[in-house]
């Protein structure tokens, strides 16, 4: 399935039924009286989290959604049947803003969450509502009110605990099919990764969620290369880790590429515990890795892992250290959620 992760449409809730103008009609019954019936509401539009989705395709090929209208009102004071709502099926992490871009709408993150996004329009009132001591054959009825329409964009942040950076060929899409069954791309050449890819990685008795991210290139955050627009699936994770190629002749110097895209995209990315890790170790040599990894501490100022993504050198150290955060984020979000 093609992945996704933006999308803008058109939804409209459903208007409300007119009120009907009627009068009781029965033999030997001179003076029947109103007894038009109101008008049915509208359906709602409603915004639901469903799991095992991961990708907004079902947005592109329609964009625009509009609920049913209620049906009139009849005689003998029958109410019409209100629309049935319809429901949007979202994939959890999902965000809907207004058309601005900026106004946050609605965030769908668990499972079986619903919102109402458009309410449908009320129904008209019958003539029988409009019945007084002085007015006691109205022929008035109201027409239905009508419903809400906007455009919105549906921005979709996978929902992940370990968000996988670096620049394009570090080994991110190698190290995602070594520690966990997603079958990645892989190949000897930039950008083979075109859209995020998730994976599912079990450490003891443990798992937690990896997000491989499409490498980034100085100059992301003004849009060279694919730019900076799939950092917003690193957002919600509990820390990221930052592969960096052993091979490269300057392994200090692609660090700070990364860091600094990172700080240029902010929305809270620059504070994210981040694990960086020396990869590709198995192809160099122990005077070069050894020189390598020295120029790396010192341009991320603090330690760093050494790991093979192809051998599986120093992979399992580095899943507990990446298992560490990810229970500690859980932890804090699970006092706040009881808090």
């Known amino acids: 399935m093609k992945f996704l992760d933006e999308a803008k449409i058109y939804v409209q809730s459903g208007k409300g039924g007119p009120g009907c103008v009627g009068f009781h009609r029965a033999k030997f019954l001179e003076f029947g009286g109103p007894d ?12 639901e989290c469903v799991a095992n989705l991961n990708t907004l395709i079902d947005y592109r090929y329609q964009q625009h959604f509009k609920a049913r209208s209620g049906d009139g009102g009849a005689g003998q004071n029958r109410t019409g049947a209100s629309a049935d709502a319809i429901v949007l099926r979202l994939p959890p992490g999902t965000q809907v803003f207004d058309e601005d871009k900026e106004t946050l709408l609605a965030d769908l993150t668990t499972p079986g969450q619903r919102i109402v996004l458009l309410r449908g329009g009320d129904g008209g009132r019958g003539n029988n509502a409009f019945k007084t001591s002085t007015n006691q054959a109205p022929r008035r009825a109201e027409p239905g009110w009508p419903g809400e329409e906007r455009w919105i964009w549906l921005r979709l942040k996978l929902i992940a605990d370990v968000g996988l950076v670096g620049l394009p060929n570090a080994g991110k899409s190698t190290f995602l099919s070594r520690v966990t069954r997603a079958k990645p791309k892989i190949g000897d050449y930039p950008f083979t990764t075109l859209h995020p890819n998730l994976g599912v990685v079990g450490v003891g008795d443990s798992e937690f969620v990896i997000a491989d991210l499409p490498g980034l290139i100085e100059g992301a955050h003004e ?6 627009r799939f950092l917003g699936h690193a957002e919600r994770c509990a820390c990221m880790l930052h592969l960096v ?4 002749g300057d392994v200090a110097a692609d660090y700070a590429i990364v ?6 995209y902010g ?14 170790a198995d192809a160099i040599d122990e005077e070069t890795l050894e020189i390598a990894l020295s120029e790396l501490k010192e341009a991320c100022g603090g330690e760093v892992m050494v790991i093979s993504g ?4 120093g992979i399992d150290p580095l899943l507990y250290r990446l298992l560490e955060h990810v229970e500690a984020a859980r932890a804090q979000r699970n006092a706040e959620d009881a808090a």
């Open 310 to 313: 192809v051998s599986g050198a």
């Open 267 to 280: 929305n809270g990315l620059e504070d994210k515990a981040v694990i960086v890790a020396l990869n590709k």
């Open 259 to 264: 860091r600094e895209e990172l700080n240029a």
């Open 245 to 248: 190629d052993g091979t490269a």
């Open 223 to 228: 849009g060279v290369g694919l730019g900076d």
């Open 36 to 47: 038009g019936g109101d008008g049915g509401r509208g359906g709602d539009v409603v915004l």
